[in-house]
C-alpha cells in the first residue's frame, strides 16, 4: 500500500504524451514540491511554483516555536521515494523536517521553478486557461493550476477585548518573535492544543512564571518517543529496501489503529481514551489540578495530542493552570471574570489557524464568472477532495474533506496525486481540453460525506476546528483503505470533459 505510487496512464491514454501542459502550482510546502516532482516524472517541465514567502516549507518554515515536532513518526513522515536515514527522533523535530524539504528542493531542481515572494492575489478562468496574477503584479498563464495552499497556514487571532492594549511582546506561536529573550519574564499562552503542549516543557524551566489560560482541557496520548543513535541511521544509509520496510511498519499500524478508531471502532477508541485517563491520572498527582485538566468529551473528538512532558511541566512551582474565563487583555497582562490580572511581560496566542481558508482569500473566478467565494457560500466543498465544479483544470492538494484526521498527510497527498496526474492524462493525450466534476455528482457525493460523519468520533459531544463556520464536518468519515480505493483511478463519467475551440485573447492578460 505504501510503495512508492505509480502514476501510470489510464486505459486507453496515449502513452506518447502528445500535449505538455503548462502547469502553476500554488504554493511549495510539502505539497507543491511534491506536485512538482512528479509532473517532471510524468514528463511535464513546463512548471511555475508561485510562493507567498521567501523560502519552500510551508508550514515547516512558518512555525518555528519552541518544541516543534511532528505526531506522525518521521519514517513515515518522508515521500515515499525519498526516505531520510538521518532522523534524529522517531518523532522528528521542526528544524529537521525542514531541512528534509529543502534537501528535496534541492535534489530535484525545484527552486528553479519557484517564484519567491509571489502570493496569487488573483485566478480566473478563461477559454480554456487561467490567469494567475500575484501581489508583484506578475502575469502567469497555465493549463492546469494546482492548488497547494495547505490547510494550516492562516494564523487565527482571538477576538478578546484588549487585544492590542497589551504593552509587552505578544506574537502568534505560527509567528514566533525569536528576538523576544524569555529568561525570568512572565509568560502567557492562550490556548491548550498541540502546539502550547510542546512549548511549555520547552519554556517552563527559563521563564519565571508561567501561565496557561485553559478554555477547554485536553486529552493527551503519551507519545512514544525514541532517540535514533549513529548505528541506528548507519543501516538505514543506502538501504532503500529497509527504509520502505519501516515505513510500510509504521503506516500500517496508524492504519490499523488510529484510522480505524476516530471513523468508528469501539473498541480501538475505548482503548485511546483508558491510554489517556491512564496518563492522566499517573502524571498528575494535585487532584484539583487534576480535574481541571480532565476534558469532559471522548479521547480523539478534537484532534487527539500525542507529546511527553507537559503534565510534568505544568506541575512545576512556577506554572499555573487558569480556567477562568478571559474578560479582556489590558496592557500589563490579562483580566479573569474572577476579576484577577495576571501580570505578565510577554503573551503567547497558541490559538491555532483558519483551518477552512484553503486558497482563499485570493480572488479566483471559475468558468462563467463564478467566483470560489460564491460556490463556497455555504463552507467549502470538493469531489472527492481534490476538484471543483465551474473549475476546469483545477486541483487542490489537501482539498476539503482530506482524511487530514486520519492520516499521514503526505501519503495522502501522494494518493491525490496519483488521481489527478490520470486526470491531467485526460488533457494531455487531447481527450479534453476542460476536465471538471459533474455538479450532480458532486452534490450527491457530499451529501453521503456528511450522512456518513455519525459514525465518526468527531460527533461525540466536542467543538473542534474540524468543523467549518457552518457547522460542517470537514473531515473523511470512511476507512483509509477506502480512500486509497477512491483514489487509484476517476471515474471518468463522473466529470465533464469538454472540448474547447481555441484559448481567445483574453482581457485578464
Keep these: 500500500m505504501n510503495a512508492e505510487v505509480k502514476l501510470d496512464p489510464p486505459p486507453g491514454a496515449a502513452t506518447d504524451v502528445r500535449r505538455k501542459p503548462r502547469v502553476a502550482i500554488i504554493g511549495a ?35 518555528t516555536y519552541p518544541g516543534l515536532s511532528c505526531d506522525v513518526p518521521a519514517h513515515m513522515y518522508t515521500y515515499t521515494f525519498e526516505p531520510n536515514p538521518e532522523w534524529s527522533h522517531r518523532y522528528a523535530r521542526g528544524p529537521e523536517i525542514y531541512k528534509y524539504f529543502d534537501h528535496c528542493a534541492n535534489k530535484y ?52 477585548e484588549g487585544l492590542e492594549a497589551f504593552s509587552g511582546d505578544m506574537f502568534h506561536t505560527a509567528r514566533w518573535d525569536h528576538d523576544v529573550d524569555l529568561t525570568g519574564k512572565r509568560v502567557g499562552i492562550i490556548g491548550t492544543g498541540s502546539t502550547a ?45 529497509l527504509a520502505r520496510k519501516i515505513r510500510d ?71 499555573e493552570v487558569i480556567t477562568d474565563g478571559i474578560e479582556r487583555i489590558e496592557a500589563n497582562g490579562i ?19 483558519h483551518a477552512h481558508s484553503f486558497m482563499r482569500p485570493m ?23 481534490v476538484a471543483l465544479p465551474g473549475f476546469p483544470n483545477f486541483f487542490m492538494m ?29 488533457w494531455s493525450s487531447g481527450n479534453a481540453d476542460e476536465i471538471v466534476p459533474r455538479t450532480d455528482v458532486t ?22 476546528w474540524y468543523f467549518n463556520e457552518f457547522g460542517k464536518l470537514a473531515m473523511w468519515p470512511w476507512s483509509f483503505n477506502h480512500f486509497i480505493d477512491v483514489m487509484k483511478e476517476p471515474v471518468l463519467a463522473e466529470y465533464e470533459l469538454n472540448k474547447v475551440e481555441a484559448p481567445a485573447e483574453s482581457e485578464a492578460a
Design 363 to 385: 480572488e479566483m473566478i471559475g468558468k462563467d464568472g463564478v467566483s470560489i467565494d460564491e460556490a463556497w457560500a455555504e463552507g467549502a466543498y470538493a469531489f472527492k477532495s
Design 398 to 426: 489537501t482539498g476539503p474533506n482530506s482524511p487530514i484526521g486520519n492520516y499521514s498527510l503526505i501519503t495522502i497527498n501522494e494518493l491525490q496525486l496519483n488521481y489527478v496526474m490520470q486526470l491531467i492524462d485526460q
Design 197 to 241: 503542549t510542546q512549548i511549555v516543557p520547552q519554556i517552563v524551566d527559563k521563564v519565571g512564571k508561567l501561565d496557561l489560560f485553559q478554555r477547554t482541557p485536553q486529552w493527551i496520548y503519551p507519545l512514544p518517543d525514541k532517540t535514533y543513535s549513529e548505528k541506528d541511521k548507519k543501516r538505514l544509509r543506502g538501504n532503500g529496501k
Design 335 to 353: 483580566r479573569t471574570a474572577d476579576g484577577q490580572l495576571h501580570e505578565l511581560d510577554v503573551l503567547v496566542l497558541a490559538t491555532g489557524f
Design 109 to 160: 531542481g525545484l527552486k528553479e521553478l519557484i517564484h519567491f515572494n509571489a502570493e496569487v492575489v488573483s485566478a480566473r478562468y478563461e477559454s480554456g486557461q487561467w490567469f494567475l496574477k500575484t501581489g508583484n503584479d506578475e502575469l502567469h498563464i497555465a493549463d492546469i493550476v494546482i492548488g497547494a495552499t495547505g490547510v494550516l497556514h492562516h494564523p487565527s487571532y482571538p477576538d478578546i
Design 29 to 63: 510546502g510539502m505539497s507543491g514540491m511534491l506536485s512538482a516532482i512528479k509532473l517532471r516524472e510524468r514528463g511535464i517541465e513546463d512548471i511555475v511554483i508561485l510562493e507567498k514567502a521567501d523560502r519552500i516549507g510551508g508550514t515547516w518554515r512558518d512555525n
Design 249 to 319: 511498519r509504521y503506516s500500517k499500524m496508524f492504519e490499523m489503529t488510529f484510522a480505524k478508531a476516530v471513523t468508528g471502532n469501539r473498541f480501538l477508541l475505548w482503548f485511546i481514551g483508558w491510554v489517556c485517563k491512564q496518563h492522566l491520572e499517573r502524571k498528575v498527582k494535585d487532584p484539583v489540578l487534576r480535574e481541571k485538566m480532565r476534558p469532559g468529551y471522548q479521547a480523539a473528538c478534537k484532534r487527539l495530542i500525542f507529546a511527553t512532558g507537559f503534565y510534568e511541566a505544568i506541575q512545576k512551582p512556577n506554572a
Design 443 to 464: 452534490k450527491s457525493y457530499n451529501e453521503a460525506l456528511q450522512n456518513s460523519m455519525s459514525d465518526t468520533v468527531w460527533v461525540t459531544g466536542c467543538k473542534s
